[in-house]
């Protein structure tokens, strides 16, 4: 009889195509700008303003460091009689170029400004409003009526250490001293516009 037919030899499987592997989003590896001490003991009360709290997002990218955007800080401008358009434009210019020149230029003996070099940042104030009078009660008198300003700030900088994105926003306007030396420089840059500015709480 005849033989049966031997089965013909199945052609060898397609090898599975390699699956690409999902692309992943960085995560941003910062944290939101912790609110700096008030200067008094209570907390000032904003007629127009919210109480927003402190966001932080990336919005660009230069020399491939992140502009961080950190959103709905506060400022207090004690001693002034009015808050106009050109007040608020030269507070934008210049508290921006104060910060840069705090971090860049030469060292200081003080561990976090010293950290932090290549600081390019800008201020945009949102909010204005009056702050209600509070009693310092490390100095022992009465703060007149401030205007308060809510404003958002972006940053970018490198830092030889590891340094938070909040102590960096906050350590300009962290002392006294600090909070001194940002007066006389706004006084300098604008001598008649910020005449009356006694001092700044942030």
């Given amino acids: 009889p005849a033989s049966e037919p031997a089965p013909a030899e199945s052609a060898p499987a397609e090898p599975a195509a390699a699956s690409e592997p999902a692309a992943s989003e960085s995560a941003v590896p910062a944290q939101p700008a912790s609110e700096p001490a008030a200067v008094a003991a209570?907390?000032?009360?904003?007629?127009?303003?919210?109480?927003?709290?402190?966001?932080?997002?990336?919005?660009?990218?230069?020399?491939?460091?992140?502009?961080?955007k950190v959103e709905n800080l506060r400022m207090a401008l004690y001693g002034m009689q009015q808050l106009t358009s050109n007040h608020v434009n030269a507070w934008e210019e210049h508290t921006g170029t104060f910060v840069e020149e705090f971090y860049n230029t030469g060292t200081t003996n003080n561990h976090i400004r010293d950290s932090v070099n290549s600081v390019v940042s800008s201020f945009e104030g949102v909010e204005f409003g009056m702050s209600s009078g509070r009693r310092n009660l490390r100095v022992q008198r009465n703060l007149a009526s401030?205007?308060?300003?809510?404003?958002?700030?972006?940053?970018?900088?490198e830092s030889s250490s590891d340094v938070q994105l909040g102590d960096v926003v906050q350590h300009p306007f962290s002392t006294a001293t600090f909070r001194e030396e940002y007066v006389s420089y706004l006084k300098l840059k604008e001598p008649v516009l910020f005449a009356e500015l006694s001092e700044v709480s942030a």
């Fill in 42 to 68: 209570e907390p000032a009360q904003a007629v127009t303003t919210t109480q927003s709290e402190a966001v932080v997002a990336m919005t660009t990218t230069i020399s491939n460091q992140p502009m961080m």
């Fill in 146 to 157: 401030a205007f308060l300003i809510t404003y958002h700030q972006k940053i970018q900088f």
